[in-house]
Nanobody
Framework: QVQLQESGGGSVQSGGSLKLSCAAS?????MAWFRQAPGKERERVAG????????AYGDSVKGRFTISLDNAKKTLFLEMNSLKTEDTAMYYC????????????????????????WGQGTQVTVSS
């Protein structure tokens, strides 16, 4: 069983920055950040494979967001820079089962339906 708890959300002006944290307990090898805006589907933002620190990003956040891990503290981060109003959403930490053969597909293409564990979410609001 994996438990996830996000923190760090808030309100910021366009062009600003925020850093989200996700404290994890339990054993998992693949983690990700998703987001869901009102009326929209939950979308993958970024994924990370714990063993190699391999990462993958959604097209809309490439070059602006960075996913990272403090393994000693079992904490996943999402550093968000150059925020835009369209980044406004509830952000969720996610974890799932993967192997050395499947991790690349998981972190690059996992859909919300295939995620095993979810956090409660933290709200990010970007104003113009």
């Amino acid at each position: 069983q994996v438990q996830l708890q996000e923190s760090g959300g808030g309100s910021v002006q366009s062009g600003g920055s925020l850093k989200l944290s996700c404290a994890a307990s339990g054993d998992t090898r693949c983690m990700a950040w998703f987001r869901q805006a009102p009326g929209k589907e939950r979308e993958r933002v970024a994924g990370l494979y714990i063993d190699s620190r391999a990462t993958a990003y959604g097209d809309s956040v490439k070059g602006r967001f960075t996913i990272s891990l403090d393994n000693a503290k079992k904490t996943l981060f999402l550093e968000m820079n150059s925020l835009k109003t369209e980044d406004t959403a509830m952000y969720y930490c996610a974890a799932g089962r993967c192997t050395t053969s499947t991790y690349l597909g998981w972190i690059s293409r996992v859909s919300a339906a295939d995620v095993t564990y979810w956090g409660q979410g933290t709200q990010v609001t970007v104003s113009s």
